[in-house]
């Protein structure tokens, strides 16, 4: 089995910063992209932002420059830094992960079960 554990969500003012983690673990044999998705209230799930194997970051537009994403490859963790927050950032967020699975010829996507992020004065 495989499993993406998600911490690090809260209650922050605006303008505050959040660092949330994504941890996978399992039977792993690697892990190509890693992401974080948002979903507020009445909304569809959207992207936030991606980070290759490679490093290779892609952000929404309307976190660039305030979100910062990283890995940890051999620890298998993905990190969503978040300043400047703002009201409208309030929703769960979800980590996402394309793994290759011991024992498995094709990766597949895995999700987190979500941490509540708000931002509110």
């Known amino acids: 089995q495989v499993q993406l554990v998600e911490s690090g969500g809260g209650l922050v003012q605006p303008g505050g910063s959040l660092r949330l983690s994504c941890a996978a673990s399992g039977r792993i044999r690697s892990i190509n992209d890693m992401g974080w998705y948002r979903q507020a209230p009445g909304k569809q799930r959207e992207l936030v932002a991606t980070i290759t194997r490679g490093g290779t970051t892609n952000y929404a537009d309307s976190v660039k420059g305030r979100f910062t994403i990283s890995r940890d490859i051999p620890e298998n963790t993905v990190y969503l830094q978040m300043n400047s927050l703002k009201p409208e950032d309030t929703a769960v967020y979800y980590c996402?992960?394309?793994?290759?699975?011991?024992?498995?010829?094709?990766?597949?996507?895995?999700w987190g079960q979500g941490t509540q992020v708000t931002v509110s004065s």
């Open positions: 996402n992960a394309d793994i290759l699975r011991s024992g498995s010829w094709y990766p597949r996507g895995y």
